[in-house]
């Protein structure tokens, strides 16, 4: 007799009829799908030249600058991998200083949390590269308070993140200085006591949508990350779509020359030092 109900479920699975538990969890790893849509506010920092400027300047700069203090994005996801890109949006900047910002943008963005894998394009000056590395490591500190976002509840968590590895696809002046002074303390006997600069960060996640993603950098929560502030900039989520009608498939990008965040980081140091050279030499011409 159980001979007999074994063949007969042999043949139903065959056909479709029976699914394995195996193959039902392989199935809803992979139908299991959402989009999350953010919008970013940025905080404008003028620095010395702010103090020089009427507030009636500082409205003009910032409407200048709406594009780039103010972004959205979307965010598609299954229970291992996500997509996050910046949405399509006309830029009101033109002219050398938007070429400049688009060099130091976040490009397109693949991640799997079960392979610890990302995958990012980059564009600088032109040229594409494919940044392949290992998800930024984050030790989040899982607190106990509560808020809502839409009909989500959603919990704290904070980190502390190295601000360089947090924003290796970015250039300042700033930033190449305080490399080129770390590089010079490196070679006394106090290299030690080096200070790294730490970006604080926090994170809202919701267990309701129980995967691993967020936006940029920031994964490894049990739930969706759907606000998270680093810096002068916070990400809000806006809208979540669960599984769409139209299936969207999550690709990682193939196109550019492949390496690391500390290759790219390198590159781009290389590249704004041999700039500023040349600008010093036109300088003394």
């Not at 604080?200 to 949508?209: D, M, S």
Request: charged share 30%; hydrophobic share 35%.
């Amino acid at each position: 007799m159980k001979s007999i109900l074994l063949k007969i479920g042999i043949v139903l699975l065959s056909l479709g009829f029976l699914t394995s538990s195996k193959s039902k969890e392989h199935q809803n790893v992979q139908e299991f799908q959402g989009q999350a849509y953010y919008f970013s506010k940025s905080k404008m920092d003028l620095g010395t030249w702010g103090a020089r400027m009427s507030e009636e300047q500082k409205k003009e700069v910032a409407a200048r600058l709406k594009n780039r203090l103010e972004k959205t994005y979307v965010l598609t996801f299954n229970k291992a991998e996500s997509f996050f890109k910046e949405e399509d949006k006309l830029d009101a900047m033109s002219g050398a200083t938007d070429s400049w910002g688009k060099n130091f943008v976040p490009g397109d963005q693949y991640k799997n949390v079960k392979t610890n894998a990302q995958i990012q394009n980059q564009e600088f000056y032109g040229k594409n590269f494919l940044v392949k590395d290992k998800l930024q490591p984050i030790e989040w500190k899982l607190g106990k308070e509560t808020k809502l976002i839409g009909d989500y509840t959603c919990f704290k968590a904070t980190a502390s993140i190295p601000t360089n590895e947090l924003t290796w696809y970015d250039f300042s002046w700033s930033k190449l200085r305080n490399a080129e002074k770390i590089e010079a303390d490196s070679t006394n006997v106090g290299a030690g006591n080096i200070d790294i600069a730490m970006t604080e960060v926090e994170a809202w996640y919701t267990p309701q949508i129980p995967v691993g993603h967020g936006p940029l950098e920031f994964w490894g929560l049990p739930g969706l990350i759907l606000e998270v502030s680093a810096g002068d900039t916070t990400l809000l989520c806006s809208k979540i779509v669960l599984n769409p009608k139209d299936k969207i498939e999550i690709e990682a990008p193939e196109k550019g020359k492949i390496v690391t965040k500390k290759e790219y980081q390198e590159t781009i140091t290389e590249k704004m030092k041999e700039f500023r050279s040349n600008r010093s030499g036109r300088g003394r011409g």
